[in-house]
């Protein structure tokens, strides 16, 4: 069973930092792309970055770029997402999720709150 | 402001049909396939339709989807209360900032 588990979240301070993982089981981790996905609070989705299955390609939102690096270790079957200076607008649920374009698995999200 | 643009509420009454429109650009919906998603309160994002018109495994057929153009559509047959939900559109986009775009979404309501 394909399972994406996230950790990680929780409250933070405006320009702080955070990391936050997605342990993948269930499939072949290092064979598929991956994406981080966040939704804030009563709104919709927004893309936040995508990684390729070596890691070698990277892509990211505008709204994160310069601020967050996506990273993934295949060994150990894991993405991650460092955040950086965070503001109050970055305060969502963030999903890993797999696939290049198409979205078939998603883990269930941790909270980032961004607030003083 | 997303860049898809979808209808913010749809209803229809139960065993009905209803239609969602998802309306973008040449940049993105134009020379992409589109995918939809299905989100249950309280629960993440599901797969509903992919590559256009594809249903993954264990999606009913009355779930189905087509695009023409620069738009996109969600059609779902024989309304369920529990298909009561927000749905959102994505794809590929191409431009200058290119990455994956989500439509704002639409939230279905079963009467």
């Known amino acids: 069973e394909v399972q994406l588990v996230e950790s990680g979240g929780g409250l933070v301070q405006p320009g702080g930092s955070l990391r936050l993982s997605c342990a993948a089981s269930?499939?072949?981790?290092?064979?598929?792309?991956m994406n981080w996905v966040r939704q804030a609070p009563g709104k919709g989705l927004e893309w936040v970055s995508y990684?390729?299955?070596?890691?070698?390609?990277?892509y990211y939102a505008d709204s994160v770029k310069g601020r967050f690096t996506i990273s993934r270790d295949n060994a150990k079957n894991s993405l991650y997402l460092q955040m950086n200076s965070l503001r109050a607008e970055d305060t969502a649920v963030y999903y890993c999720?797999?696939?290049?374009?198409?979205?078939?698995?998603w883990g269930q999200g941790t909270l980032v709150t961004v607030s003083s | 402001q997303s860049v898809l643009t979808q209808p913010p509420s749809v209803s229809a009454a139960p065993g009905q049909k209803v239609t969602i429109s998802c309306s973008g650009s040449?940049?993105?919906?134009?020379?992409?396939?589109v995918s939809w998603y299905q989100q249950l309160p309280g629960t993440a994002p599901k797969l509903l339709i992919y590559?256009?018109?594809k249903r993954p495994s264990g999606i009913p057929d009355r779930f189905s989807g087509s695009k023409s153009g620069t738009s996109a559509t969600l059609g779902i047959t024989g309304l369920q209360t529990g298909d009561e939900a927000d749905y959102y559109c994505?794809?590929?986009?191409?431009?200058?900032?290119?990455?994956?775009?989500f439509g704002g979404g639409t939230k279905l309501t079963v009467l």
């Open positions: 999720a797999r696939g290049a374009v198409n979205f078939d698995y």
């Open positions: 269930g499939f072949t981790f290092s064979s598929y792309e």
């Open positions: 990684i390729s299955s070596s890691g070698s390609t990277i």
């Open positions: 040449s940049s993105n919906i134009g020379n992409n396939y």
């Open positions: 590559d256009n018109n």
């Open positions: 994505g794809t590929w986009d191409s431009s200058l900032s290119a990455g994956l775009v």
